[in-house]
């Protein structure tokens, strides 16, 4: 015990824990991905929308549904036939991506247009994510809100009379209701940026997304028309996500009846989504209309 050195005696290096390290100013923390970051962002648009499921999911699901019942009542009366199948039958696999592709949109343009207008778009900037992370978080809940919507779709059609919605080619429908929902949420993102207020949007929807969804063949095919609209609609992307995934389910389409030709157009979207996606997200580092 007399040759222990008194507590008073002890350094004070030995008494004190090792002082902790800080990293240096302007020096990142988070090297990679924020996964950590990034799954919160997303489950908080999806807990946004779903938090009213009634307006987003469900009412869009049976609005669109509507438009079956009008079609085929109106059209497919008499026995009508369209690529060999009944009309209801042809019509409901571009309803059901329709509606997906909408409701991608109508999400992706409402979270930074509602912070913007609310004076709440720093919640979005502030945190410790990158361009590319927030864009993945709110493209993946907005084609989470369009695969529930297709989902209510599929359900609710699969009951009505002279539906036959057996899949012919699994792939087609998910690659191209994925794809497509892709799709217009990049082009939701971008219009969210870029609007200022909510009419702004509105114009988009409806003289846009609008026209494009419903003139893409959704209730007719394309032989039908002159050969200048023909060159119209083909020249519509609209029209290769809704014939393809048409596809998937009756295994013929506008765009061909074989894989190979239908795959020249899955390969054609995914080179569209990716210089959608590099432009949204030089936009997004930009900080255009963000941080101004």
Do not use: C
Not at 141 to 166: H, K, N, Q
Request: a neutral charge; proline letters at 5%.
């Amino acid at each position: 015990m007399a040759d222990q050195a008194p507590a008073g005696d002890m350094p004070i290096s030995d008494a004190l824990p090792a002082t902790r390290e800080f990293p240096v100013k302007g020096v990142p923390v988070i090297h990679q991905v924020n996964w950590v970051g990034l799954r919160t962002l997303y489950m908080k648009e999806v807990r946004r929308f779903f938090k009213v499921q009634t307006q987003t999911i469900w009412a869009p699901a049976i609005t669109t549904l509507l438009f079956l019942v009008i079609f085929s009542v109106a059209l497919g009366r008499g026995g009508r036939e369209v690529l060999g199948v009944n009309f209801a039958t042809f019509v409901a696999p571009g309803l059901i991506v329709m509606g997906m592709m909408q409701n991608a949109f109508a999400n992706a343009s409402f979270s930074f247009l509602s912070g913007k207008v609310q004076g709440t778009i720093i919640d979005f900037l502030m945190p410790p994510l990158s361009e590319g992370e927030l864009m993945l978080a709110m493209t993946g809940a907005a084609v989470t809100r369009a695969i529930l919507v297709g989902g209510a779709l599929f359900l609710a059609m699969s009951f009505w009379p002279g539906v036959d919605l057996s899949i012919a080619h699994p792939w087609a429908i998910v690659w191209f209701g994925l794809m497509g929902s892709v799709f217009l949420a990049l082009l939701g993102l971008l219009s969210s940026i870029w609007a200022e207020k909510f009419d702004h949007n509105a114009a988009i929807t409806n003289f846009i997304i609008a026209p494009l969804s419903l003139l893409s063949g959704t209730f007719y095919v394309i032989d039908n028309l002159a050969p200048t609209f023909q060159a119209i609609s083909r020249a519509n992307p609209f029209f290769y996500i809704i014939s393809g995934f048409r596809f998937g389910f009756l295994g013929l389409s506008d765009i061909g009846d074989t894989n190979a030709a239908v795959l020249h157009s899955a390969i054609g979207l995914f080179v569209v989504n990716v210089v959608m996606a590099i432009v949204t997200y030089l936009v997004l580092r930009s900080g255009w209309k963000l941080k101004s």
